[in-house]
């Protein structure tokens, strides 16, 4: 008797035990938990621990409080001229009240996935192809301010909506294709146009520079020959006058030798008379000699015809009778 009531009182400390083990919970971070008592709502629980009562409480949902992203299927959209596309959407949500997003709907997802598809084809619906390709932005915010104001009463607040694909009808898909294609051509051309354009100017321009570059070139050469025969005459000026005045110098050095030798006033008339000679033999056309030296020259002839004739033919003056 001891044994049976020794384990069924084993048996109920351990029930006990795990009774009070499933009332504790604890609540982890971006995690909320609605509790219902008794089949009716008592409250959400944050994060922290926390207990219930048992058998009367119970965890009715645990609800994810971090942004979630939700992908629906590719849906079908006829635009304003009626031609029917498919647009796959993407939703960004987050729960803000999770007693709402508990009670506010059924199925919360299948919920916002129904309601963007309707949005969406009453958006599209107002659009013509060609707006509806070139407008992702402007359909983004209609349809996010429409999602976002339908399932505020549900708890949950939409952030963005993105429009993934947008998939024509094949036929529109390839008239699509040749016409990115003569546009890709045609820019082609352009950029090849303003190219040949910009190599053209630039081989002028580097003409131009060649000639400018020649013509200075030239310039600088004529310039420089000038210079050289420019200096080239300066040279053979101060050659010419440096000669000159060695000549002048040299023949002062030689009056003044005789004139410090005692020679008399003859004899330096004759050396003047000699450098006229040597004056005469250079390139000089006209040389003007003094009257002095004149009478000399003439003295200096006469003296050479008596030096050539030795015996000159005299003869003897008539006598004279008184």
């Not at 209609?142 to 993105?162: C, F, H, Q, S, Y």
């Not at 013509?215 to 000159?244: C, D, F, P, V, W």
């Not at 008379?273 to 003439?298: H, M, N, W, Y």
Request: aromatic residues 4%; contains cysteine; glycine residues 4%.
């Amino acid at each position: 008797m001891n044994i049976v009531g020794n384990v069924f009182l084993v048996i109920l400390i351990i029930l006990v035990i795990y009774i009070v083990v499933s009332c504790v919970r604890i609540v982890p971070q971006a995690q909320a938990y609605v509790i219902e008592r008794l089949g009716a709502y008592n409250g959400t629980w944050s994060v922290g621990l926390h207990f219930k009562v048992p058998f009367i409480d119970r965890v009715a949902r645990k609800v994810l409080l971090k942004e979630q992203v939700v992908d629906f299927a590719p849906q079908p959209v006829i635009t304003k001229d009626n031609v029917t596309m498919r647009i796959d959407t993407v939703v960004y949500y987050q729960i803000t009240d999770p007693k709402l997003y508990a009670y506010g709907v059924d199925n919360p997802i299948m919920a916002i996935e129904n309601l963007t598809a309707t949005t969406l084809r009453n958006i599209i619906g107002d659009l013509e192809l060609d707006a509806t390709l070139t407008s992702r932005e402007t359909i983004n915010t209609k349809m996010r301010a429409t999602l976002d104001e339908a399932t505020d009463p549900w708890g949950i607040k939409v952030n963005r909506v993105e429009l993934k694909n947008i998939i024509p009808p094949a036929e529109i898909q390839n008239a699509m294709e040749k016409q990115m294609k003569a546009e890709r051509e045609r820019r082609e051309a352009i950029l090849r146009a303003e190219g040949e354009k910009k190599s053209s100017i630039l081989i002028a321009e580097g003409h131009k520079e060649s000639m400018i570059l020649e013509a200075e070139a030239e310039k600088e050469a004529a310039i420089l020959n000038a210079e050289a025969k420019k200096e080239a005459t300066i040279r053979e000026a101060e050659g010419q006058a440096e000669a000159i005045l060695k000549v002048q110098q040299a023949t002062a050095d030689g009056l003044r030798a005789i004139k410090e030798a005692g020679a008399d006033e003859a004899v330096i008339k004759l050396k003047s008379l000699e450098a006229f000679e040597k004056a005469a033999d250079g390139r000089a056309t006209k040389i003007i000699v003094p009257s002095e030296i004149q009478g000399l020259a003439g003295l200096v002839s006469s003296i050479k015809e008596v030096a050539v004739d030795p015996k000159p033919d005299v003869k003897a003056a008539p006598k004279l009778e008184k």
